[in-house]
């Protein structure tokens, strides 16, 4: 989780949002028949194994990719410095994949280089997104539609001092959506976000719709979260063959 740029962005956001905070009581999860959802472990040639963050497999017709933020490849995930696109598959050795709920791991496969990837910024979230070739069989399926402004959604992860059965989708009520962010407040106020970057956030049906990329909180108020819209990640995988 990003922390100063991040608490710019949403500082420039509280007022707009904080009119319209009520949100609703009751709500249905999403059923979703795989694990999807995965704790990368980066391993540097320079720098050694780094854990950080969430990384989930998504399902296209060109195969199945696991997905996370870009601004996990720099200082948010334990580097001196942020990677470009064109240096994360030369300071990369290896990247290992571990099952959230099965915990089982698996190695992931060639890193898709997206020259556009960037991180956060007050300009947009929507190429703070890292791309990677898997042969993991199943995958959550990316919407064809945007959530609207009071829709609920998902962030499917996991959390700090997760216990065994607790729950990984945490609902949230969209209040704004454009093509660089997704905004929204999560209906547990309390909610702690710590490493939570690179999560997806999903629809009722289970879909993609958004990389989740930041969040905080305004104590006594509301926990906010930031995600980048899902349209350059469906254009990275169309353009991703084999």
Not at 79 to 108: C, F, H, M, W, Y
Not at 126 to 138: G, M, Q, S, Y
Not at 191 to 205: C, Y
Request: with cysteine.
């Amino acid at each position: 989780m990003i922390k100063k740029k991040t608490t710019n962005i949403f500082a420039c956001l509280i007022c707009s949002f904080l009119a319209g905070c009520d949100a609703p009581e009751n709500h249905a999860q999403p059923k979703l028949p795989y694990t999807t959802l995965y704790k990368p472990t980066f391993n540097y040639k320079s720098s050694g194994e780094h854990t950080v963050g969430h990384m989930f497999a998504v399902e296209h017709t060109n195969g199945t990719f696991m997905v996370t933020a870009q601004h996990l490849f720099g200082k948010a995930g334990g580097l001196d410095r942020q990677l470009s696109p064109e240096e994360i598959p030369e300071e990369l050795s290896s990247v290992l994949a571990k099952n959230i709920s099965t915990g089982q791991s698996t190695n992931i496969g060639e890193y898709v280089i997206f020259p556009n990837a960037s991180t956060l910024s007050k300009e947009g979230a929507e190429n703070d997104l890292a791309v990677f070739r898997t042969t993991e069989l199943h995958g959550l399926k990316l919407a064809t539609n945007k959530p609207k402004e009071d829709e609920i959604v998902w962030l499917y992860s996991s959390l700090k001092k997760q216990k065994p059965g607790d729950s990984l989708l945490h609902p949230a009520k969209v209040w704004d959506v454009d093509e660089r962010f997704i905004k929204y407040s999560f209906l547990n106020r309390s909610i702690n976000l710590r490493a939570t970057s690179g999560a997806p956030l999903l629809n009722q049906k289970g879909e993609v719709v958004g990389i989740h990329v930041g969040g905080i909180p305004i104590p006594y108020v509301i926990t906010m979260g930031l995600a980048g819209p899902t349209d350059n990640l469906v254009a990275i995988l169309s353009n991703s063959r084999n």
